[in-house]
């Protein structure tokens, strides 16, 4: 067999060729998802959650891709912290996925980036309708006159309580409750042997409602709106309340991460978003209900919807199918009836009307669900809610520095002053890069 | 050896070398080069590896450490800005402070845990191997995620840890993972758990030192902490010098376990106000959450150059305390 060498060198050739072109089919399959042959398209779709969330989202991925037979979307998700890690990694490398989950305090930073797709064109062209939203929600992503992204859900702040122990104590508090009445209300907590709350002084969804109260605001569009002067104010309330124990011990709340602590029954109420309720009712053993966020003047709660978005690649090479996605996930009746309240209630009204939280089959989640429903209501009848300023850039790293500063106070390893102070130089340092 | 030997002439006279200049033969020429092709070739999956994996991202490193970037926008060259902004942030001293206390403190807890329960197992007992095998087993695992994730969970509030600690010493701490002093302690006492893999070596050690020296000790009415001191150690002491070496380079690096006992949750990812913020720890912060990659580029230069310069301190003591057989250098 004189040829049998070069045969098996021509052969493998061969091999190593098509593994090559096999790998490069591979790579391209997965940068920004290409088109086949019968005009099949694969989109990419990454958000944050957890497994609850991402049962649910496959089920509404099935009824999409039966509805649209030429696009296949494949998902990707991570706890909040990573999935922002891992998107900004991808981002920065040009292979961000084509369509995510979102949320205001991203909004200018990757728009100043150069990585969000400005929808409005999308919805001139009939693939995005931005009709039907409640409450004017479809203005939610828009930002210096771009639209970047489209709210799923809405949710707003609220005080989540440990039912049972607020009855107990003899507490009910009611729309238009003052900040006195919330500190006595934590002090008749605190008597019948239970931490009021978890740690109110580092939540900065919290202190923005309570600065625009005062007619201020955590974030304008380029800065802090507020100063050293007022966070002293509130960090020095807060560190009195840790040292009294009407606040948790932040030790304890520290180690019990991710968990919170009105499940984990080391406080009685907690600042968060009102659709978190949801969550609570998984983790603990007690009843979880919501009440509003206390007021200076009896009236003024300076809330706002906040939300989820659904927001594009800049870089995806199939618009009109990140447009279609998006149109499907927040007009579909079915959508809203598989996700329920898990991204916050509902933004279009043909999504609220098909979702009856009285109709879940498991009964604890229905009841949650319609004191979520009841309570955004209530905020509605009242008519306390504001518009939102998108936050500028480096907000999320203020954010950051906010909650473990404050940690670091409560601690006691850092004094009123010095905290404030360190506050301010990292938050400006974020904010000017 | 060598040295000792008279020169004497070689009996076969050596092939003569060609003369410089010359050319070899067309023949052996082919196959030199021939042979350096299939050297180069069978080197190259390494060399390919080491070019793009190794020596460009270093480079690059290098090149960012001078720059402001943050991954989208083209780097800026800013010369020495990120170092002098390092040093003027209260937040890199902290992570230095507690990287420094960790290195000092958990490095010889971890070798006097190897080089003690070497000694124990150098001697001959039954079910030696099986103690071994078992001491040696947490090195084997001791990285992994899943090990921090139980560490965690042993040193919270009112788990075992803070339990027996109540109860023996009376001392309330309220768990070791939520205290900004004490969580450093509970990854110390992680990486001392760890011994497996230095005791092996001591282990090793201890086989090679002569038994007639012990013989010759106890002969002289030496006692059991005099023939350590003036027999074990002196002899085993390349080997030590070995393991400090390889042990403070390896402490050093500590990210995983500072990140997933320190929470990795919130805004805190390493620890209660920065309690176990190591080095490489506030090297992620600031290069995967802050986006600030030039930054991290030039705190990953200067932990190099402190290891370095670590390294070298240990070469240059070794005079004094390592001893080597004679003409074993």
């Not at chain 1, 009236?299 to 919807?305: A, D, V």
């Not at chain 1, 319609?370 to 939102?388: C, F, G, H, S, T």
């Amino acid at each position: 067999m004189p040829t049998h060498g070069e045969v098996d060198r021509r052969g493998l050739l061969k091999l190593a060729g098509g593994s090559l072109a096999a790998l490069g089919l591979t790579a391209a399959g997965c940068g920004g998802g290409s088109g086949s042959g019968d005009g099949t398209v694969t989109i990419r779709y990454a958000w944050w959650g957890s497994d609850d969330r991402a049962k649910r989202i496959n089920r509404t991925i099935e009824l999409f891709e039966k509805k649209y037979p030429k696009i296949k979307v494949k998902t990707d998700f991570q706890p909040y912290l990573d999935f922002w890690k891992k998107f900004n990694t991808q981002a920065s490398g040009g292979n961000p996925p084509d369509v995510f989950q979102n949320a205001i305090g991203f909004l200018r930073k990757y728009d100043q980036r150069n990585v969000l797709l400005d929808l409005h064109a999308q919805a001139k062209a009939g693939n995005l309708r931005l009709e039907g939203f409640r409450a004017g929600l479809e203005k939610f992503g828009e930002v210096d006159g771009k639209l970047l992204g489209v709210p799923v859900g809405s949710n707003s702040m609220a005080l989540v309580i440990d039912k049972p122990v607020f009855e107990k104590a003899g507490v009910t508090p009611k729309m238009g409750w003052t900040w006195d009445d919330y500190h006595s209300a934590m002090e008749k907590i605190r008597k019948q042997g239970r931490s009021g709350d978890s740690g109110l002084y580092g939540v900065m969804y919290l202190y923005d409602p309570y600065l625009r109260q005062r007619g201020k605001a955590f974030f304008t569009e380029d800065g802090l709106g507020f100063d050293e002067a007022d966070l002293k104010e509130w960090w020095t309330k807060g560190y009195a309340g840790v040292k009294s124990g009407i606040y948790s011990d932040p030790k304890k709340v520290a180690q019990i991460k991710p968990k919170s602590a009105v499940a984990a029954e080391i406080a009685a109420c907690e600042f968060t978003w009102d659709n978190f309720t949801v969550r609570y009712t998984a983790e603990g053993k007690s009843e979880y209900g919501l009440a509003p966020l206390p007021t200076t003047d009896g009236k003024k709660t300076g809330q706002y919807l906040g939300s989820l978005m659904l927001s594009g690649s800049k870089r995806t090479q199939h618009p009109k199918e990140v447009a279609q996605f998006i149109d499907f996930m927040v007009h579909d009746p079915e959508v809203a009836k598989i996700m329920g309240y898990d991204r916050g209630v509902p933004t279009t009204t043909a999504q609220y009307e098909a979702y009856k939280p009285a109709e879940e089959k498991d009964k604890v989640i229905a009841a949650v669900n319609k004191e979520i429903a009841a309570y955004e209501e209530q905020l509605v009848d009242a008519d306390v809610l504001e518009p939102i300023t998108p936050h500028p850039a480096g907000a999320d790293v203020c954010e950051a520095a906010f909650l473990r500063i404050a940690e670091e106070l409560a601690l006691g390893e850092r004094s009123v002053d010095e905290a404030v102070k360190q506050f301010f130089t990292e938050c400006k340092t974020a904010l000017g890069s | 050896m060598a040295s000792l030997q008279t020169p004497v002439a070689p009996a076969t006279p050596e092939k003569p070398k060609p003369p410089r200049g010359t050319r070899l033969p067309e023949a052996a020429r082919r196959r030199r080069r021939g042979e350096n092709i299939a050297g180069f070739l069978f080197m190259s999956p390494w060399l390919a590896g080491f070019l793009v994996l190794t020596a460009g991202p270093m480079v690059a490193s290098l090149y960012f450490a001078f720059t402001d970037y943050n991954l989208f926008d083209a780097p800026q060259w800013i010369g020495l800005d990120n170092f002098t902004e390092m040093f003027g942030d209260p937040r890199w001293r902290k992570s230095v402070e507690v990287t420094l206390w960790y290195v000092i403190v958990g490095t010889p807890l971890k070798l006097a845990a190897a080089l003690g329960v070497a000694l124990l197992l150098n001697q001959k007992r039954r079910g030696q191997a099986f103690y071994r095998a078992a001491f040696y087993a947490p090195s084997l695992i001791g990285a992994s995620v899943s090990i921090a994730v139980v560490w965690k969970a042993i040193f919270s509030d009112d788990a075992i840890v803070d339990r027996t600690q109540r109860a023996i010493f009376g001392m309330d701490v309220g768990g070791w993972t939520g205290d900004p002093q004490w969580i450093i302690y509970s990854l110390i006492a992680l990486t001392v758990w760890q011994f497996g893999a230095p005791m092996v070596i001591f282990l090793a050690g201890l086989k090679q030192v002569p038994r007639e020296l012990y013989e010759a000790a106890e002969v002289d009415g030496a006692g059991t902490w005099r023939r350590f001191w003036n027999i074990t150690l002196p002899m085993i002491s390349p080997v030590l010098f070995f393991n400090v070496l390889l042990e403070t380079i390896h402490s050093f690096q500590i990210f995983a376990s500072a990140y997933i006992v320190g929470g990795g949750a919130g805004g805190n990812a390493c620890g209660p106000a920065d309690g176990s913020l190591v080095y490489t720890c506030y090297l992620y912060v600031q290069g995967f959450e802050n986006s600030r990659m030039g930054l991290a580029s030039a705190m990953a230069w200067m932990l190099l150059l402190a290891v370095a310069l670590v390294t070298a301190v240990l070469f240059w003591s070794q005079k004094r305390w390592v001893h080597y057989e004679e003409g074993s250098r």
